[in-house]
């Protein structure tokens, strides 16, 4: 079992910055990927930003350019910089972990979620 905490989320005005970041319990298993996804009202989660245990990062279109994953792999952390946020931007944050147990089973885990608001 992998548990993720996640903090940074809040309100800010259209144009703003925020920074997320989400830490996860030591594990003896190998961790392939760290990524956040979010869900609006009414709509389905979806990935805004990945980045593999090597490094390559993938983002959402509606991301790109403004958005920045990082990773502390020595510290199980990953942040999310946003930039130049939308009031579309507005949803509930999800980190999430895939991990690789010492079967080779991979398993997704989820943060509870953090609440990002943009106002215009």
């Known amino acids: 079992q992998v548990q993720l905490v996640e903090s940074g989320g809040g309100l800010v005005q259209t144009g703003g910055s925020l920074s997320l970041s989400c830490t996860a319990s030591k594990t003896i298993h190998t961790i392939n990927s760290m990524a956040w996804y979010r869900q609006a009202p009414g709509k389905q989660r979806e990935l805004v930003a990945l980045?593999?245990?090597?490094?390559?990062?993938t983002y959402a279109d509606p991301v790109k350019g403004r958005f920045a994953i990082s990773a502390d792999n020595a510290r199980n952390t990953v942040v999310l910089q946003m930039n130049n946020l939308k009031p579309e931007d507005t949803a509930v944050y999800y980190c999430n972990t895939n991990i690789r147990d010492v079967l080779g089973l991979n398993y997704d885990f989820w943060g509870q979620g953090t609440q990002v608001t943009i106002s215009s």
């Open positions: 980045i593999t245990s090597g490094g390559r990062t």
